[in-house]
């Protein structure tokens, strides 16, 4: 159900402020050929513009939001300069934002310097993403990416002598021409580094993009057995390192106690996606739920800009779903964790009963083993983590 624009004017926060802030820089170097997300070449002059206008945007929503956690998300938020980060912070000081307990910024190693990490540490950075996807340069040339290997060994290195001790490393696996033993170098290499969170994903082929179109042409093959091999080994080789797995792809250091708490160094800002908590997102394509309704800014940067200098959010839709629906995405969403959902906690989040409305899929993934039922809380097994988005699909309900 798309809602007009006085429904738009209606959804606000009210009076309960949004704990979750995104910010979306939508530049890049280079395409990866791999990539959907929204992004554009990176300019000078196209950044200033932008970051004037995600001032206004950040403006707009500030008496709604009082942010415990941000992501500075891309695109490549390292590409921006300092100048740009400090415009950002001024912005979020004057609004009163003085409990934000988790900032992140992605970083792509090939555009960081010690100066720049040490100035967003200063800053109040106190979590990087690097963007690795590999340390085996002929994957990172097969995705296009502009970093080599020694880049993302020195990126790692300049962030700790920067003074970072929250430190996320990205991989990607499943990549094309890619082997299990190659796989298994660059996992044990990565984890050697001793970083307090690690994120792993299949290499999806998303449509409009090359990578698509050359899969779709047959010049690859997907490889599901070799991509499932990979990720057992993944699993291995994190918890042989002491990372506790939190969800599907996410791995962190903690002082585990076998609690259902997530550990100690776990992506706060993700799991708020995964409970389905309220966030914004601003930036072209951002999207937003606050208050049950689901926005989306325009993917386009030019309509973004035009809209904010016009005085008006750059929403291109916003999406109000029947409870039912809403409790259904947020069920899918949250068995990606590895504590999947204590029927309490569901119901308080949703007001829905997981074992009333979903009494016939529960049984059915507890029978194939893909799911259990422990102490009054549903989950995936290790099996059913492998096939979490088909097992999520099953709990989604069409919006009424
Ligand atoms: S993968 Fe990252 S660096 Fe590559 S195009 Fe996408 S957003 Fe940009």
Request: with cysteine; aromatic share 12%; charged share 25%.
């Amino acid at each position: 159900m798309a809602l007009g624009a006085t429904v738009l004017a209606a959804a606000g926060a009210g009076s309960r402020k949004v704990d979750h802030l995104y910010v979306h820089i939508p530049f890049c170097l280079r395409k990866c050929p791999y990539c959907a997300f929204y992004s554009v070449p990176f300019s000078a002059d196209l950044v200033d513009r932008y970051v004037e206008m995600l001032v206004k945007e950040v403006e707009i929503v500030a008496p709604e939001l009082a942010p415990k956690t941000v992501y500075f998300g891309g695109g490549t938020p390292s590409l921006l300069s300092e100048k740009h980060f400090e415009k950002l912070a001024e912005v979020f000081q004057r609004t009163g934002w003085a409990d934000i307990g988790e900032w992140t910024v992605e970083a792509n190693p090939a555009t960081l310097t010690l100066d720049k990490a040490r100035f967003l540490r200063r800053l109040g950075v106190n979590r990087v993403s690097l963007g690795v996807q590999s340390l085996d340069d002929a994957v990172l040339k097969r995705l296009g990416r502009v970093h080599t290997r020694a880049d993302a060994l020195r990126s790692f290195d300049i962030l700790r002598a920067a003074g970072f001790t929250n430190i996320n490393i990205d991989l990607m696996f499943a990549v094309p021409g890619q082997t299990l033993s190659a796989w298994e170098k660059v996992l044990e290499e990565a984890l050697a580094l001793g970083s307090e969170h690690l994120s792993a994903y299949e290499l999806n082929y998303e449509e409009d993009t090359p990578f698509f179109e050359q899969f779709s042409a047959g010049l690859f093959e997907s490889e599901e057995d070799l991509a499932c091999e990979m990720y057992e080994l993944l699993l291995r080789a994190t918890a042989a390192q002491g990372l506790v797995q939190y969800e599907v792809s996410n791995f962190a250091r903690d002082t585990h106690d076998g609690t259902a708490a997530p550990p100690a160094f776990a992506c706060r800002h993700n799991i708020s996606y995964w409970r389905g908590c309220w966030y914004y997102g601003l930036g072209p394509s951002a999207a937003s739920y606050v208050d049950g309704v689901r926005y989306a800014n325009f993917a386009d940067l030019s309509r973004y800009c035009r809209a904010l200098a016009n005085g008006h959010r750059p929403i291109v839709s916003a999406e109000r779903l029947s409870p039912l629906a809403r409790a259904g995405e947020t069920a899918a969403f949250g068995l990606r964790m590895s504590v999947g959902w204590s029927f309490e906690e569901f119901r308080r989040v949703t007001g829905f009963d997981l074992r009333d409305e979903w009494a016939e899929e529960i049984e059915d993934f507890v029978e194939q083993g893909y799911a259990e039922i422990t102490s009054n809380r549903f989950k995936l097994t290790p099996r059913g983590m492998l096939f979490a988005d088909l097992v999520g699909e099953r709990f989604l309900r069409p919006d009424s």
